[in-house]
T-cell receptor, first 116, second 114 residues
Framework: DAKTTQPPSMDCAEGRAANLPCNHS???????VYWYRQIHSQGPQYIIH???NNETNEMASLIITEDRKSSTLILPHATLRDTAVYYC?????????????????FGQGTILTVHP | DGGITQSPKYLFRKEGQNVTLSCEQN?????MYWYRQDPGQGLRLIYY???????QKGDIAEGYSVSREKKESFPLTVTSAQKNPTAFYLC?????????????FGPGTRLTVT
């Protein structure tokens, strides 16, 4: 699975959009990008995932560059409850013969602090 | 409510003792996972299971053992062979190992061994 690089920390004002970048320059065409977040002392929570198209759900949007070497998670209207560690994870698709069997490899993530 | 339960939330043991962490899910998920998290670090996979009576080692399986006798249960035993057992342990499950199936995590068990 490709390696990811994220900034260690970011700040965001409440009500503004939070844009969290992730670099995955070695990603291959059969690797998905996943985002999870972990609020302090809780289990991680799934946010969104994508392969090459931009994706949106009720929590966030995922923008993947055309060359797929980086992506951005967007929380459109951040609240204080969005303060958490955000993890960007890349994983080989099972349809491509990936043997990760659902394994998620978590790096250190980005600590997002939303302030009033 | 469907979900994953882990008990207890906090666990204290003396060095040299084996300890078993509980993980139960009522989501009817086939796949289950155990992760370990150390302070300031991401999660690392210990063991995973895709179906009943089958499980595979993850990245850091040494000193741990698991069983999967029932679909809804995946207990983890931390043995005395685990050199640094103090950590936050997280259990997760997913419908299967497919790409579109998110992993749901339990609240975790914080184990302290002294």
């Amino acid at each position: 699975d490709a390696k990811t690089t994220q900034p260690p920390s970011m700040d965001c004002a409440e009500g503004r959009a939070a844009n969290l970048p992730c670099n995955h320059s070695t990603i291959s065409g059969n690797e998905y990008v996943y985002w999870y977040r972990q609020i302090h002392s809780q289990g991680p929570q799934y946010i969104i995932h994508g392969l090459k198209n931009n994706e949106t759900n009720e929590m966030a949007s995922l923008i993947i560059t055309e060359d797929r070497k980086s992506s951005t998670l967007i929380l459109p209207h951040a609240t204080l409850r969005d303060t958490a560690v955000y993890y960007c994870i890349v994983r080989v698709a099972s349809w491509a013969g990936g043997t990760s069997y659902g394994k998620l490899t978590f790096g250190q993530g980005t600590i997002l602090t939303v302030h009033p | 409510d469907g979900g994953i339960t882990q008990s207890p939330k906090y666990l204290f043991r003396k060095e040299g003792q084996n300890v078993t962490l509980s993980c139960e899910q009522n989501l009817n998920h086939d796949a289950m996972y155990w992760y370990r998290q150390d302070p300031g670090q991401g999660l690392r996979l210990i063991y995973y299971s895709q179906i009943v009576n089958d499980f595979q080692k993850g990245d850091i399986a040494e000193g741990y053992s698991v069983s999967r006798e029932k679909k809804e249960s995946f207990p983890l035993t931390v043995t005395s062979a685990q050199k640094n057992p103090t950590a936050f342990y997280l259990c997760a499950s997913s419908k299967d190992r497919g790409d579109s199936y998110e992993q749901y995590f339990g609240p975790g068990t914080r184990l302290t061994v002294t």
